[in-house]
């Protein structure tokens, strides 16, 4: 048997062990197993059915080798040859095609994701940039059809924003958006700037997957909660309660905060959503650090304080530095067409995996 075969042979009976256990009384009345076992029968199906029809076309193949040796009748010869052709030029694409599928997963790409913005160097003119860039995700997220709520904002004093969170809620928001992580710069001459020079200024983008209770149980006698009156855009009502809520972790300093909803009940909830994902990111980030040892990733377990692209307005230009890709349609891009950026992104990040697999 050839080693792919073997590979999805084992698969195929994860496949019937989960198929059985989805149906348990015991697993379905816990509901944490269950969700868990679920998804993997979902999500090894596509590859079973893989494993059927390669497990079909190798059976066919041996056959038809076996009776091109066994027969003497030329009609029959032939039709075994043409048997083996037919089958000896599918099998490499399908091949191609399971070797894929094998990469593993990250569980987290699945799941809805709470993007951050912030203000790096450049005062008043990255502020800005982080307005563009904000209007850039949210104009790919109409394309795609996903919905997204501002968690938290904090204005500039000029124009734009000093920081901005929201949250994706979008399956597999995180696996398109993970690869925003990071330091942007931007090369223009600032709306500010009276000589017509060009600057740099950057900001930073952390992408987190919005983690579930089942995730992450919080401990909710580790956290602190404070009110406050929201400030910045939101009219009268806004500033006359407390509706804005700061948490923090006590045992780590992590705090979360959100006033951009109308109610002290739904700031809470979203600050809650905020928290319980910056502190999964904190145990994700430890278990990729040690991933990280083993096998280097350019693409996926970079530094966030890494700078990962450059916006050249001059030149009408942006460049991914993790990748070496330039796009020559500025425009495109910051009105929300980054598709191809992602994708190829996603292309070098399976290529790598690949490459992992196969050393």
Same mark, same amino acid.
């Given at each position: 048997?050839?080693?792919? =075969? ?14 059985? =256990? ?18 993997? %029968? ?131 928001? %995180? ?83 959100? #006033?951009?909803?109308?109610? #002290? ?62 796009? %020559? ?31």
């Amino acid at each position: 048997m050839n080693e792919l =075969l073997q590979k999805l042979e084992a698969i195929h009976i994860r496949f019937v062990e989960v198929g059985k =256990l989805i149906v348990d009384p015991e697993i379905i009345a816990d509901m944490k197993r269950y969700v868990k076992l679920n998804k993997e %029968y979902k999500d090894l199906e596509e590859i079973d059915e893989m494993y059927k029809k390669y497990k079909n076309i190798i059976e066919n193949l041996e056959n038809s080798k076996a009776l091109l040796q066994e027969e003497d009748d030329p009609e029959m010869r032939e039709m075994a040859k043409m048997e083996i052709d037919e089958l000896e030029s599918v099998r490499p694409e399908m091949e191609e095609q399971i070797k894929m599928m094998l990469i593993p997963k990250d569980p987290e790409d699945e799941k809805s994701a709470i993007m951050e913005l912030r203000a790096g160097t450049g005062g008043d003119e990255a502020c800005i940039f982080v307005e563009d860039c904000f209007r850039m995700y949210t104009m790919f997220f109409k394309e795609r059809g996903w919905s997204y709520e501002i968690i938290n904002s904090n204005e500039g004093t000029v124009k734009g924003y000093k920081e901005i969170s929201l949250n994706i809620d979008a399956p597999a928001a %995180y696996g398109v958006l993970k690869f925003e992580s990071g330091v942007h710069r931007v090369q223009r001459v600032p709306e500010t700037e009276s000589q017509g020079r060009v600057h740099t200024s950057a900001i930073t983008v952390a992408v987190l997957p919005e983690a579930e209770e089942v995730d992450f149980e919080l401990n909710m006698a580790d956290v602190r909660k404070d009110t406050y009156r929201a400030s910045g855009a939101g009219g009268q009502h806004v500033n006359k309660t407390e509706s804005a809520v700061r948490l923090t972790h006590i045992p780590t300093g992590v705090v979360a905060e959100c #006033q951009d909803g109308r109610s #002290q009940h739904k700031n809470m909830e979203k600050a809650l959503s905020m928290l319980r994902s910056r502190l999964y990111q904190i145990e994700l980030d430890k278990i990729q650090s040690e991933r990280a040892e083993h096998r280097k990733s350019l693409v996926s377990t970079g530094d966030r304080s890494a700078k990962i692209r450059t916006y050249n307005y001059p030149q009408g230009r942006i460049t991914d530095h993790r990748i070496n890709k330039t796009i %020559y349609k500025l425009d495109a891009f910051m009105n929300g067409d980054i598709q191809e950026m992602i994708d190829a992104l996603k292309m070098a990040e399976n290529a790598e995996k690949l490459k992992g697999e196969e050393a």
